[in-house]
């Protein structure tokens, strides 16, 4: 079989952007590229740096079958939970249809979907909301109030997010990442990080009381336009959960592969 090199590029762009992200948050981080899997794993309370992929292309029934229980054995090992991302499109057909019981045998239980998209759609116009200002991230009570969030949009504890952007140099100073102020309310965010020559688009988020209203792809706009400015970089990526995925094309954004994402059976 033959993957498409947009599906290819969605895990590439995964585990480039995971290893920046999980060893800013800590130094110490398990990050490996082990055969078949990758390991991007902080051991955080904030659950999302705490990642595990499936790298092979291809692969078959009783290869899946193998790697799923490597990785469930290694999720086993930590601390804290995490998830791991399976990027459908490296599956064959029969792998594909046996997925379901196969993660299940591994002591995997589905999480929620999410999609990998791709688009040559750089540069952007400046964007504009009649609601909103837009400010960089460069404080810490702004890395605060875009970790909070998170929390609100994920349904998380606060000090989870808190822990995982805490401190951190890269975020305020290197990552892309805006907020989106109504009348001086942190109401939405969006970040974009350069990875692999590609601007990558993570952690955006509308606060709950806040969503419909075009708040999350205004911020988005602003991350990559502001991304795409500095960098001169004209192709952008992302995952999309099943939230975002229907205002990403609006952007510009392709899908390409389906991601199934697992965490353990508790």
């Known amino acids: 079989m033959t993957v498409s090199a947009e599906s290819i590029e969605s895990l590439q762009q995964l585990t480039t952007a995971w ?14 590229d082990l055969p078949g899997i990758a390991v991007r794993w902080a051991d955080s309370r904030f659950g999302f740096w705490n990642c595990i992929t499936l790298t092979e292309e291809g692969a078959g029934a009783e ?9 469930a054995d290694i999720m086993r090992t930590k601390k804290h939970p995490g998830f791991l991302w399976l990027f459908e ?14 993660a299940e045998q591994a002591g995997l239980q589905y999480a929620f979907p999410g999609t990998g998209m791709a688009g040559d759609l750089l540069p952007l116009p400046e964007p504009i909301h009649p609601d909103l200002t ?11 109030a875009y970790a909070d969030l998170q929390s609100r949009a994920y349904g998380l504890p606060l000090e989870e997010a808190r822990e995982g952007l ?9 990552i892309h990442a805006y907020l989106a102020l109504r009348d001086d309310e942190p109401v939405a965010c969006a970040a974009t990080i350069e990875a692999q020559g590609r601007l990558f688009v993570c952690y955006v988020a509308t606060d709950p009381r806040w969503q419909r209203k075009g708040y999350g792809e205004a911020v988005t706009r ?12 004209t192709r952008a990526t992302l995952h999309a959960t099943a939230a975002g995925a229907p205002v990403y094309p609006r952007i510009g954004f ?3 592969t389906r991601i199934h994402f697992y965490s353990l059976k508790g």
Not at 92 to 101: C, G, V
Not at 222 to 233: I, M, N, Q, S
Request: proline residues 1%.
């Open 134 to 144: 837009f400010t960089r991230v460069g404080t810490d009570e702004q890395l605060q």
């Open 63 to 71: 290869l899946l079958r193998h790697r799923l229980s490597q990785a």
């Open 166 to 174: 805490a401190g951190s140099a890269l975020w305020k100073n290197e």
């Open 254 to 256: 392709q899908p390409n």
């Open 89 to 102: 499109d490296l599956l064959d057909d029969e792998a594909r249809s046996t997925l379901e019981t196969t």
């Open 222 to 233: 602003k991350a990559l336009y502001e991304g795409a400015r500095a960098t001169g970089l």
């Open 19 to 32: 290893r920046t992200l999980v060893l800013d948050h800590d130094a110490d981080a398990d990050v490996r």
